[in-house]
């Protein structure tokens, strides 16, 4: 869990009163201590290709180019736009585009000659789209400085989450990527495994359900290059279970919740040695009675898609959510007396990704002062493509 209250210090700021509520705190310092912590665990910058939708901030994706990290993945175009106007130089749409999208991958490309554009799949139609919209924007490019290389993708795996991809043992994964080989404007790009379903909180048995279910990944992969089709990378894993993704040969890994942490990981991961990076800065809004405080603290500032818990405040272990709606977030605690309307608290979020896209901004907290402002860029669905 987080630490208690007598060890939350870290957390306060000084000037709190002039911070309008609610608001997203990250804190620089520990962010820079995750993110060494995520290099250190990968053995090396080099294998790591970090997610961006945790933050979707631009300041956040050049603190990582600047230590040396020159992959990322994403999950929208939005963020790969991001990204490539950072200076990104290796960019993968962890997302198979379909209807306009297909376009606006293409369009990408095109904009950002300096980024290497690739994207997964698990279906040929959309393979097939996207090698049209290829071959027709270079049609129209006939000088070959300008023309759009070959777009890599990753066949997407299903690897027990039973969400998107193919499994590795289905034939389908092996003729989809012979269709790769031979379609125009494309090139197969390697294989794509996400495990998020793997959350075991006891370390061995971790590492024994991530081996279980990369061993169908590691026999395509052996299949593949007996047929003399290249795999130029596996891209697997999450932040539980990247690092022991790092042990294999030939692994790109691509953890993401771990640059700030959040209360879920926390309790469930605490082996992965992360700080909690980020906060909510809420306000008591009212006190509906005895016991009660009601916080400024809604759906719109704190991600509601799983159950309560949704956010742990340190300082007061005991709270419990009572009722949760668009602005306010009501919670039971002894100490209730304790709050005058008006008082700050500081709640670390039980799922960060979610919540950082419900803010503009994140302010930048170092010593306990405001140092900076990050904006968070990539929350739109569509930049300029």
Same mark, same amino acid.
């Not at 053995?43 to 020159?70: D, E, F, N, V, Y």
């Given at each position: 869990?987080?630490?208690?209250?007598?060890?939350?210090?870290?957390?306060?700021?000084?000037?709190?009163?002039?911070?309008?509520?609610?608001?997203?705190?990250?804190?620089?310092?520990?962010?820079?201590?995750?993110?060494?912590?995520?290099?250190?665990?990968?053995?090396?910058?080099?294998?790591?290709?970090?997610?961006?939708?945790?933050?979707?901030?631009?300041?956040?994706?050049?603190?990582?180019?600047?230590?040396?990290?020159?992959?990322?993945?994403?999950?929208?175009?939005? =963020? $790969?736009?991001?990204?490539? %106007?950072?200076?990104?130089?290796?960019? /993968?749409? &962890?997302?198979? +585009? *379909?209807?306009?999208? #297909?376009?606006?991958?293409?369009?990408?490309?095109?904009?950002?000659?300096?980024?290497?554009?690739?994207?997964?799949?698990?279906?040929?139609?959309?393979?097939?789209?996207?090698?049209?919209?290829?071959?027709?924007?270079?049609?129209?490019?006939?000088?070959?400085?300008?023309?759009?290389?070959?777009?890599?993708?990753?066949?997407?795996?299903?690897?027990?989450?039973?969400?998107?991809?193919?499994?590795?043992?289905?034939?389908?994964?092996?003729?989809?990527?012979?269709?790769?080989?031979?379609?125009?404007?494309?090139?197969?790009?390697?294989?794509?495994?996400?495990?998020?379903?793997?959350?075991?909180?006891?370390?061995?048995?971790?590492?024994?359900?991530?081996? =279980? $279910?990369?061993?169908?990944? %590691?026999?395509?992969?052996?299949?593949? /290059?007996? &047929?003399?089709? +290249? *795999?130029?990378?596996? #891209?697997?894993?999450?932040?539980?279970?990247?690092?022991?993704?790092?042990?294999?040969?030939?692994?790109?890994?691509?953890?993401?919740?771990?640059?700030?942490?959040?209360?879920?990981?926390?309790?469930?991961?605490?082996?992965?040695?992360?700080?909690?990076?980020?906060?909510?800065?809420?306000?008591?809004?009212?006190?509906?009675?005895?016991?009660?405080?009601?916080?400024?603290?809604?759906?719109?500032?704190?991600?509601?898609?799983?159950?309560?818990?949704?956010?742990?405040?340190?300082?007061?272990?005991?709270?419990?959510?009572?009722?949760?709606?668009?602005?306010?977030?009501?919670?039971?605690?002894?100490?209730?007396?304790?709050?005058?309307?008006?008082?700050?608290?500081?709640?670390?979020?039980?799922?960060?990704?979610?919540?950082?896209? /419900?803010?503009?901004?994140?302010? *930048?907290?170092?010593?306990?002062?405001?140092?900076?402002?990050?904006?968070?860029?990539?929350?739109?669905?569509?930049?300029?493509?």
């Amino acid at each position: 869990m987080i630490s208690p209250a007598h060890d939350f210090a870290w957390a306060q700021v000084e000037t709190a009163h002039e911070i309008p509520s609610p608001a997203l705190l990250v804190y620089r310092d520990r962010v820079l201590a995750n993110v060494q912590r995520m290099i250190d665990l990968a053995g090396g910058a080099q294998r790591l290709r970090p997610h961006i939708k945790t933050h979707k901030m631009p300041a956040l994706t050049r603190m990582q180019l600047a230590r040396g990290i020159s992959k990322f993945k994403c999950a929208t175009i939005a =963020e $790969a736009e991001m990204a490539a %106007a950072c200076g990104v130089s290796d960019m /993968l749409l &962890a997302y198979q +585009p *379909v209807g306009p999208n #297909v376009g606006r991958v293409v369009a990408l490309a095109a904009s950002f000659p300096g980024t290497a554009f690739s994207v997964v799949a698990d279906s040929p139609e959309p393979m097939r789209e996207l090698s049209e919209a290829v071959e027709r924007a270079n049609a129209g490019r006939p000088g070959s400085k300008e023309r759009i290389p070959p777009l890599e993708v990753l066949i997407d795996l299903d690897v027990g989450q039973h969400r998107t991809g193919v499994p590795a043992d289905d034939p389908k994964a092996v003729e989809l990527y012979h269709l790769l080989a031979a379609l125009p404007g494309l090139r197969p790009g390697g294989l794509h495994a996400y495990d998020g379903q793997i959350t075991e909180p006891d370390p061995a048995r971790r590492a024994t359900a991530c081996d =279980e $279910a990369f061993a169908p990944v %590691a026999r395509l992969r052996a299949r593949l /290059l007996d &047929a003399g089709l +290249p *795999v130029p990378r596996i #891209v697997a894993g999450g932040t539980p279970t990247f690092a022991l993704h790092a042990r294999r040969e030939g692994v790109e890994c691509s953890p993401g919740t771990c640059v700030f942490w959040d209360a879920g990981y926390a309790a469930k991961l605490p082996d992965l040695g992360f700080l909690p990076a980020a906060t909510l800065l809420t306000r008591v809004a009212s006190k509906p009675g005895p016991g009660r405080l009601c916080l400024d603290l809604g759906h719109k500032a704190l991600a509601s898609e799983m159950p309560h818990p949704r956010v742990q405040f340190p300082s007061l272990p005991d709270a419990r959510a009572v009722l949760h709606s668009e602005e306010h977030l009501v919670i039971e605690t002894v100490r209730a007396a304790e709050f005058r309307v008006g008082d700050c608290l500081y709640g670390v979020p039980w799922h960060i990704c979610p919540t950082v896209a /419900l803010h503009t901004e994140a302010i *930048v907290i170092e010593q306990g002062r405001v140092v900076d402002r990050w904006n968070v860029a990539a929350r739109e669905r569509r930049l300029t493509i």
